[in-house]
């Protein structure tokens, strides 16, 4: 398997944990002190329960298919930019990610740091493929 496909897959592994999580809030999981900066200990308000439901149903799902196109998985013909250009804006979103978790005054919440980091390294991966 080509280290594209691998990187794609292992992102949209990774991705689906964070929806599952994501969802998990939306629904009212009492993780509040894993997210949103942690500030929220118990169910989430509800606004960040709806902003965890769109990242559950439609961020973090989209941004797996835009993994699996540039990774060769699936097609990509339908990506609006290259699918390099879309791998570097999401390694920079992910790099942000990985930063802001691991400096989250939430202990808790600092566990998202390594798996944005990975997910960012897949994205540069794929950039450079």
């Known amino acids: 398997m080509p280290i594209a496909a691998i990187a794609a897959i292992a992102a949209t592994a990774l991705l689906a944990v964070l929806a599952a999580f994501q969802l998990a809030l939306a629904v009212g999981a009492p993780l509040g002190d894993m997210s949103w900066g942690g500030r929220h200990a118990g169910v989430l308000p509800t606004r960040l329960r709806v902003a965890s439901a769109v990242a559950g149903l439609v961020l973090y799902p989209l941004m797996a298919v835009v ?15 290259d699918p390099a250009v879309a791998m570097w804006i999401l390694a920079g979103f992910f790099a942000i990610g990985t930063i802001v978790n691991a400096i989250s005054r939430s202990p808790r919440e600092r566990i998202w740091s390594p798996i944005s980091a990975v997910i960012g390294i897949c994205a540069i991966v794929l950039a450079l493929g």
């Open 67 to 81: 993994f699996l196109g540039a990774g060769g998985v699936i097609g990509d013909e339908w990506l609006p930019v």
